[in-house]
């Protein structure tokens, strides 16, 4: 029997994570059809469908998504065999960029694992909000991204997705009759934009209860109960709790957190970016 090579195998997780067959071979540096020949043969080797395809995007099967994590721990294991071998331990200095939500609470993780496995590795850390981190990384000041997905940029490996919760404290309690208190980043902030998006279309009043820039100050200002705010449940600061309120707030639609890098053939950038994507994956 034939057995799967890395090389299906990388095809495939490249695939789900570029969200196509043309950026990953953009990303793999081959021809598209190369990389759907290697997954239908991937396909054909493992006895089942694992891409759903249509003419506007790919998804995973149910064979799919349990496929995706044993592939991503053979390519790991594949990349570290590699390295040792060649005995070149990774060095260099790589500048990251990652919204202040996911440093506060998910990237001292992501650094205690990245940095026991890769002692040699200068990183320097940036925080800020995702359109700030979008123009940084195009102006060539960052090398490797964590964001918000931006409207409309289909750039980026998909760290993971959620739905965006309306949090504030847990004893904070909605008054029916009056407009809505947001807790919002100032524009072009991803979430304010699409908080107000949302109530606006909901025909929800709203008023602007208190802007920062810093995500310790909207906690801040949710701690105390100046009113609500959107916001990932998976990066959740502490002391916050989801409103309870279903029926006086409209739901908020998903987001979707992306990793823009330099593309394959940088190790350091692809070595954090698979401890990202780790994270992501158990986390």
């Given amino acids: 029997m034939d057995r799967i090579s890395p090389e299906l195998l990388r095809a495939f997780v490249t695939v789900v994570e570029t969200g196509s067959f043309t950026a990953a071979a953009r990303t793999l540096g081959t021809g598209q059809s190369t990389v759907s020949q290697q997954i239908k043969r991937l396909e054909a080797l493992a006895g089942r469908r694992l891409l ?3 003419t506007h995007r790919v998804a995973l099967t149910v064979a799919g998504e349990s496929f995706l994590d044993p592939a991503r721990k053979i390519l790991e294991a594949y ?28 990237l001292p993780d992501v650094l205690a694992s990245f940095a026991r496995r890769h002692p040699e590795v200068d990183l320097l850390v940036t925080a800020g909000l ?13 090398d490797i991204v964590l964001a918000k997905r931006r ?17 504030s404290r847990a004893d904070y ?4 009759t009056a407009p809505l208190p947001l807790l919002l980043y100032p524009p072009p902030s991803v979430t304010r934009a ?32 100046v009113g609500i705010m959107p916001h990932s449940l998976r990066l959740l600061p502490a002391g916050l709790a989801r409103v309870a309120a279903d029926t006086l707030l409209p739901a908020l639609p998903e987001i979707e957190f992306v990793i823009l890098g330099p593309g394959r053939g940088e190790p350091v950038a692809e070595a954090l970016t698979r401890s990202i994507l780790q994270w992501a994956t158990v986390g």
């Fill in 52 to 54: 759903a395809r249509d």
């Fill in 173 to 176: 309690a909605l008054d029916a």
């Fill in 130 to 142: 995702s359109q700030t981190l979008y123009d940084a990384f195009d102006a060539g000041q960052l």
């Fill in 194 to 225: 699409m908080a107000i998006a949302t109530l606006d279309a909901a025909r929800r009043p709203w008023r602007v209860a208190f802007t920062s820039a810093s995500l310790s100050g909207l906690t801040a200002a949710a701690r105390a109960g």
């Fill in 151 to 167: 409207a409309g940029d289909p750039r980026g490996v998909t760290a993971w997705r959620e739905q965006v919760a309306w949090v």
């Fill in 79 to 106: 990349d570290a065999l590699d390295r040792h071998l060649t005995g070149v331990p990774l060095r260099g200095r790589l500048r990251f960029g990652a919204s202040e939500d996911f440093v506060l609470s998910a």
